[in-house]
C-alpha cells in the first residue's frame, strides 16, 4: 500500500486548507486512516481518522470543530479538510493507514505535507 498526501501550503490564520491522502496498490475495503502532525521540536501527535466503510471519524481535542475528515472510496482517498486555522496548527502532515480497524497499528505512512499558518 503506498500512500500520498497532498494539499498543503501556507495559509492566514482562520483561513482554510484541504488535505488528501490517497492510497494506492493492495487496499481493503475497510480500513482506517489517520492524520497526523508533527511540529519542528515538537513529537508526533495524532490529529484524527476515519473508518473507511462506515465514515465514523473521530478527533484530537484541539481541532474538534475545525477540522473534518472525510472519504472517497470510489478514489480511495481521504479527505482532511481544516477550518479556522491556527499558527499552531502549523506542522507537516501526515496520513496513515491501518488494516486492522478495531485496533489501528498504522503500518503504512505517506510522505506528509507541510501546512504552515501566519499569524
Known amino acids: 500500500v503506498q500512500l500520498q498526501a497532498s494539499g498543503g501550503g501556507l495559509v492566514q490564520a482562520g483561513g482554510s486548507l484541504r488535505l488528501s491522502c490517497a492510497a494506492s496498490?493492495?487496499?481493503?475495503?475497510?480500513?482506517?486512516v489517520g492524520w497526523f502532525r508533527q511540529a519542528p521540536g515538537k513529537e508526533r501527535e495524532f490529529v484524527g481518522r476515519i473508518i473507511t466503510r462506515t465514515g465514523i471519524t473521530s478527533f484530537s481535542e484541539f481541532v474538534k470543530g475545525r477540522f473534518t475528515i472525510s472519504r472517497d472510496n470510489a478514489k480511495n482517498t481521504v479527505y482532511l479538510q481544516m477550518n479556522n486555522l491556527k499558527p499552531e496548527d502549523t506542522a507537516k502532515y501526515y496520513c496513515?493507514?491501518?488494516?486492522?480497524?478495531?485496533?489501528?497499528?498504522?503500518?503504512?505512512w505517506g510522505q506528509g505535507t507541510q501546512v504552515t499558518v501566519s499569524s
Open positions: 496498490g493492495r487496499t481493503s475495503s475497510s480500513y482506517v
Open positions: 496513515a493507514l491501518s488494516i486492522n480497524v478495531r485496533t489501528p497499528g498504522y503500518e503504512f
